[in-house]
């Protein structure tokens, strides 16, 4: 069966650091790979999805940025972080239509 | 653009059942609805796929009419883990790079 994991579950960071989130996905070959944020008490943003290794789409111009190395890992990182970007971030995956959400990583930017 | 949803939110006593709807300006491939309860992340519930049908597992429910490009979810004597909120994703082609997007959700709180 198929498993997505995310880490680390919670992170708290100051202004101005560094990101780095990861995301892989076991049981399943050349799936479609989606960062989504989650602000609190709202609805899901789609930050970047990615058909295979090396292509990615950006949703929505920001200072945070998506890789693919693997078939099944998906990073979403940033250089600088804004307080703006706190929040639940999701990674999900799908093939066949059907998509399926990580647990999540909840980030505070201090 | 995004789906609309309604209710925004609503309060029920255990039992009583709910109907939450989608609706989308634009012609729809297929539509998903998920659950999330507080600090977790959404969990699939089901996908309807063009073509028009219902599907439903336990006391939960869904229609998608095409034509309409809307889709309501029905939960039946609703039980207190039901609370959450529920969104709604649609898909307006099919495509290697379809993706969902989701509507704005209803908070479904379930008083005992």
């Known amino acids: 069966s198929q498993t997505i994991h995310q880490w680390p579950a919670t992170l708290v960071q100051p202004v101005g650091s560094p990101l780095s989130l990861e995301c892989t996905v076991e049981?399943?070959?050349?799936?479609?790979l989606y960062w989504y944020r989650q602000a609190a008490g709202r609805g899901l943003q789609l930050l970047f999805y990615?058909?295979?290794?090396?292509?990615i789409s950006s949703e929505v111009p920001q200072n945070l940025s998506a890789s693919r190395p693997q078939d099944r890992q998906f990073i979403l990182s940033s250089k600088k972080l804004l307080l703006s970007d706190s929040g639940f971030y999701l990674c999900a995956w799908s093939v066949l239509a059907e998509q399926y959400f990580g647990p999540g990583t909840r980030l505070t930017v201090t | 653009q995004q789906p609309v949803q309604s209710p925004q939110a609503v309060i029920l006593r255990e039992g009583e059942d709910a109907v939450i709807n989608c609706s989308s300006s634009k012609a729809l491939y297929s539509v998903h609805w998920y659950r999330q309860k507080h600090g977790e992340a959404p969990v699939f519930l089901m996908i309807?796929?063009?073509?028009?049908e219902q599907k439903g597992h336990d006391k939960i429910s869904a229609s998608f009419n095409e034509k309409k490009q809307q889709s309501s979810l029905y939960l039946t004597a609703s039980q207190l883990s039901y609370s959450g909120t529920y969104f709604c994703g649609t898909v307006t082609r099919l495509g290697r790079d379809d993706k969902i997007i989701f509507g704005k959700g209803t908070r479904l709180h379930i008083l005992p």
């Open positions: 049981g399943t070959s050349n799936p479609n």
């Open positions: 309807l796929l063009k073509g028009g």
């Open positions: 990615s058909v295979g290794i090396g292509q």
